[in-house]
């Protein structure tokens, strides 16, 4: 098993002891479903319960499995990044290992990727979670990264997904942005698609997972909707807010001079102090611009986007 | 590191070294520093170490950095590299500091465990038994604490006041951070990402990279570093360094979130000075240009955007620059065709990728 594997299975891990067997079971039954070359690499994410010998059972007696352990708990954005470096295959499955995804959807992923996708999302139609806690908020985060995105999907949420290896790879992951990832591959040129798959509530094991996440994943949208915007042509973006400063500063001229004819001499402070203000801070924005570009540049010099450099030849 | 080529010179020829790295069990690096480095207690202190390290059967190598010192001082390793062995000496052309000094050292190393002293015994020899003794118990990194303490109350009272800033701002629990006498396994030095003063933060970034750090009490012997009494821009520099610390460790990934909330909280409060005066205005006339509200809104207005700006920029340099996206976390590979478990350490990293 090198270098032509067809297909990876990502799995993060995270105290999921008690979910191990009957994972283990169910990944035995799809893999004759699998092309042949499949491996799965669980990243064990820190876990302190039992899980960390229960997958070095696994990767010895099963010979598709591979395990990556993170020194401490980095959260589910890293192990799913290293597990991305760590894939050897041309694609790559993410699921979840709490039994909720369902290992007989990957098929149906991959007809999809067959048909010319980089990336199907899995949408859990009938989500067997609480509705108040769990899917309310989804639904409200899935359409607010629909709008602020601009790539609708119906479930941002779920962990079952099939990745183009060759983008995911050229993505780099940080903080909490896993949950993004088809918005963040369509700026590479990504064609994204989604189909229903099955959910099953969870059985055994804890959930990580509750409410407080509402208000950290609304920040996260919008930092990503930020970067993305910013990143791309920073010295536009710097620029587009130096031009509504200078706007706002050019507006008060006319009130200033207005002022001055009508020979209020107090209010002549307040003016001009906002005028130069402006003037400045357009200054300010304009040479954060040059400097973003700068450092957009640099980088662009040693290591060109893959994808994107793909699509080109597409 | 730019700083390898010719910024130093090296005593005992390095190109003479065995390759192979498990001839000894330890290397003890001692730092000189650019300050009043008394040879005979030099000296001593290496004859103590090198005593106890015989003593307990622990095959070492020491080796020196001057830092930038020079002079008497290089003519006093140059006779000591002639008596003793498996003696290791580096020499700056200028003082570069301790972590650049631990960092290059480390890569002079044979041996998988090192520890670092003063040129002075600060502590006692013996608690080089205990450190080795730690590390080859499962800890990575091992410091230590002064027992005993022989400087003065002052001294121990500032020393006490920073361990417990430290402790409170990045929540690791370790009670001398200044003391430099320390142990770690050689391969997770690169994993560790220090620099300039951040030095003595060491054991505290090694647990935030997921390290097992531990500390054992060490009895004090001296204490013979610049004085540090009353000193008010060492104590403005601890405190920046204890800032740097908390950004670093808390917002490194997401700059954007700190600056970001800070910038955006700055918009609103002046947003909302300025509806004030609004309200003011249309409600009871009272004027707006002639009041200084105006101009606070104002600036905080403008502020906001520029702090979340720089945000911006340190969020663009992370997504366009992020280079290491995970190698550093990454403890162990289990395959099954090997059936190794190959720690993560040092050689073994580029295999996996």
Redesign the interface.
């Given at each position: 098993?090198t270098s032509d594997v067809e297909l990876s299975l990502v799995i993060p891990i995270y105290n999921e002891e008690k979910c191990i067997p009957p994972l283990e079971a169910e990944l035995i039954r799809v893999m004759p479903l699998l092309p042949a070359r499949t491996e799965v690499v669980f990243v064990d994410d820190?876990s302190r319960d039992g899980s960390s010998a229960l997958?070095?059972e696994v990767?010895?007696r099963?010979?598709?499995?591979?395990?990556?352990?993170?020194?401490?708990n980095?959260g589910q954005t890293?192990a799913i990044?290293?597990g991305f470096?760590?894939a050897r295959g041309k694609t790559i499955v993410c699921m979840d290992g709490d039994l909720q995804n369902d290992p007989e959807d990957i098929p149906r992923l991959l007809e999809r990727m067959e048909a010319g996708y980089d990336i199907v999302s899995g949408w859990r139609k009938n989500r067997q979670d609480k509705l108040w806690t769990r899917k309310l908020p989804s639904r409200v985060a899935n359409w607010l990264i629909g709008q602020i995105l601009g790539v609708r999907l119906h479930d941002y949420g779920c962990s079952l997904k099939a990745y183009d290896a060759r983008i995911m790879k050229s993505l780099?992951?940080?903080?909490d942005m896993h949950r993004f990832l088809p918005a963040l591959a369509t700026r590479c040129g990504a064609r994204v698609t989604e189909i229903p798959v099955n959910h099953r509530a969870r059985t055994l094991g804890k959930s990580k997972y509750g409410l407080s996440r509402v208000f950290k994943v609304a920040?996260d949208i919008?930092?990503i909707k930020?970067?993305t915007d910013?990143?791309d042509r920073?010295a536009h973006a710097?620029g587009r807010?130096a031009g509504v400063?200078l706007f706002v500063g050019l507006l008060t001229v006319p009130l200033f001079l207005y002022?001055i004819s009508q020979g209020?001499r107090?209010?002549n402070i307040?003016?001009p102090?906002?005028i130069f203000?402006?003037a400045l801070?357009s200054l300010?924005?304009f040479a954060?611009g040059m400097?973003?570009d700068l450092?957009?540049r640099?980088?662009n010099r040693d290591?060109t986007n893959y994808a994107r450099s793909t699509m080109v030849e597409a | 590191m730019t700083l390898q080529t010719g910024a130093f010179t090296t005593e005992n020829d390095v190109s003479a070294a065995p390759t192979n790295r498990e001839e000894f069990d330890v290397s003890v690096i001692a730092i000189a520093s650019n300050e009043h480095v008394d040879a005979e207690l030099f000296v001593s202190m290496i004859d103590s170490i090198r005593e106890v390290a015989h003593r307990e059967n622990l095959r070492t190598e020491i080796i020196v950095v001057d830092d930038g010192i020079g002079g008497d001082f290089w003519r006093c390793i140059q006779i000591l590299s002639q008596r003793v062995p498996n003696f290791r000496a580096l020499r700056f052309r200028r003082t570069f500091g301790e972590s650049v000094a631990v960092r290059i050292a480390v890569g002079y190393s044979r041996a998988p465990l090192v520890v670092t002293t003063t040129w002075y015994l600060q502590v006692a020899p013996d608690a080089l038994i205990e450190v080795v003794k730690t590390l080859r118990n499962g800890a990575d990194f091992v410091a230590t604490r002064r027992t005993k303490r022989v400087d003065s109350a002052v001294a121990r009272l500032q020393s006490w006041a920073f361990n417990r800033v430290t402790t409170r701002v990045t929540g690791v629990q370790l009670h001398d951070l200044n003391c430099s006498f320390r142990g770690f396994k050689r391969s997770i030095i690169d994993r560790i990402n220090f620099h300039g003063d951040l030095f003595r933060f060491i054991p505290i970034l090694a647990v935030s990279?997921?390290?097992r750090v531990e500390e054992v009490p060490v009895a004090h012997l001296a204490e013979r570093g610049p004085s540090t009494f009353l000193n008010i821009s060492l104590y403005l520099r601890r405190f920046l360094d204890i800032f740097g610390l908390f950004f670093l460790m808390k917002f490194t990934?997401?700059p954007?979130?700190f600056f970001?909330?800070s910038g955006f909280a700055m918009f609103m409060a002046g947003a909302l000075i300025a509806a004030f005066a609004a309200v003011r205005k249309i409600v009871n006339d009272i004027g707006v240009?002639?009041r200084p509200e105006?101009?606070l809104a104002?600036?905080l207005m403008?502020l906001g955007?520029?702090v979340l700006?720089?945000g911006?920029?340190g969020?663009?340099?992370?997504?366009?620059?992020?280079?290491q996206?995970?190698?550093y976390?990454?403890?162990?590979?289990?395959?099954?065709?090997t059936?190794t478990?190959s720690r993560k350490d040092g050689e073994k990293l580029g295999a996996?990728?």
């Amino acid at each position: 098993m090198t270098s032509d594997v067809e297909l990876s299975l990502v799995i993060p891990i995270y105290n999921e002891e008690k979910c191990i067997p009957p994972l283990e079971a169910e990944l035995i039954r799809v893999m004759p479903l699998l092309p042949a070359r499949t491996e799965v690499v669980f990243v064990d994410d820190g876990s302190r319960d039992g899980s960390s010998a229960l997958l070095r059972e696994v990767v010895a007696r099963r010979p598709w499995a591979r395990m990556v352990r993170l020194r401490r708990n980095f959260g589910q954005t890293q192990a799913i990044a290293t597990g991305f470096q760590y894939a050897r295959g041309k694609t790559i499955v993410c699921m979840d290992g709490d039994l909720q995804n369902d290992p007989e959807d990957i098929p149906r992923l991959l007809e999809r990727m067959e048909a010319g996708y980089d990336i199907v999302s899995g949408w859990r139609k009938n989500r067997q979670d609480k509705l108040w806690t769990r899917k309310l908020p989804s639904r409200v985060a899935n359409w607010l990264i629909g709008q602020i995105l601009g790539v609708r999907l119906h479930d941002y949420g779920c962990s079952l997904k099939a990745y183009d290896a060759r983008i995911m790879k050229s993505l780099r992951l940080y903080s909490d942005m896993h949950r993004f990832l088809p918005a963040l591959a369509t700026r590479c040129g990504a064609r994204v698609t989604e189909i229903p798959v099955n959910h099953r509530a969870r059985t055994l094991g804890k959930s990580k997972y509750g409410l407080s996440r509402v208000f950290k994943v609304a920040v996260d949208i919008i930092v990503i909707k930020l970067i993305t915007d910013f990143s791309d042509r920073p010295a536009h973006a710097f620029g587009r807010m130096a031009g509504v400063f200078l706007f706002v500063g050019l507006l008060t001229v006319p009130l200033f001079l207005y002022n001055i004819s009508q020979g209020y001499r107090a209010k002549n402070i307040v003016l001009p102090s906002v005028i130069f203000l402006c003037a400045l801070s357009s200054l300010y924005f304009f040479a954060l611009g040059m400097l973003g570009d700068l450092i957009v540049r640099v980088r662009n010099r040693d290591s060109t986007n893959y994808a994107r450099s793909t699509m080109v030849e597409a | 590191m730019t700083l390898q080529t010719g910024a130093f010179t090296t005593e005992n020829d390095v190109s003479a070294a065995p390759t192979n790295r498990e001839e000894f069990d330890v290397s003890v690096i001692a730092i000189a520093s650019n300050e009043h480095v008394d040879a005979e207690l030099f000296v001593s202190m290496i004859d103590s170490i090198r005593e106890v390290a015989h003593r307990e059967n622990l095959r070492t190598e020491i080796i020196v950095v001057d830092d930038g010192i020079g002079g008497d001082f290089w003519r006093c390793i140059q006779i000591l590299s002639q008596r003793v062995p498996n003696f290791r000496a580096l020499r700056f052309r200028r003082t570069f500091g301790e972590s650049v000094a631990v960092r290059i050292a480390v890569g002079y190393s044979r041996a998988p465990l090192v520890v670092t002293t003063t040129w002075y015994l600060q502590v006692a020899p013996d608690a080089l038994i205990e450190v080795v003794k730690t590390l080859r118990n499962g800890a990575d990194f091992v410091a230590t604490r002064r027992t005993k303490r022989v400087d003065s109350a002052v001294a121990r009272l500032q020393s006490w006041a920073f361990n417990r800033v430290t402790t409170r701002v990045t929540g690791v629990q370790l009670h001398d951070l200044n003391c430099s006498f320390r142990g770690f396994k050689r391969s997770i030095i690169d994993r560790i990402n220090f620099h300039g003063d951040l030095f003595r933060f060491i054991p505290i970034l090694a647990v935030s990279q997921g390290f097992r750090v531990e500390e054992v009490p060490v009895a004090h012997l001296a204490e013979r570093g610049p004085s540090t009494f009353l000193n008010i821009s060492l104590y403005l520099r601890r405190f920046l360094d204890i800032f740097g610390l908390f950004f670093l460790m808390k917002f490194t990934k997401k700059p954007l979130r700190f600056f970001g909330l800070s910038g955006f909280a700055m918009f609103m409060a002046g947003a909302l000075i300025a509806a004030f005066a609004a309200v003011r205005k249309i409600v009871n006339d009272i004027g707006v240009l002639d009041r200084p509200e105006l101009v606070l809104a104002l600036f905080l207005m403008v502020l906001g955007p520029i702090v979340l700006s720089i945000g911006l920029i340190g969020e663009i340099i992370i997504f366009t620059q992020g280079a290491q996206t995970s190698d550093y976390c990454v403890d162990e590979v289990v395959e099954h065709d090997t059936r190794t478990s190959s720690r993560k350490d040092g050689e073994k990293l580029g295999a996996g990728r």
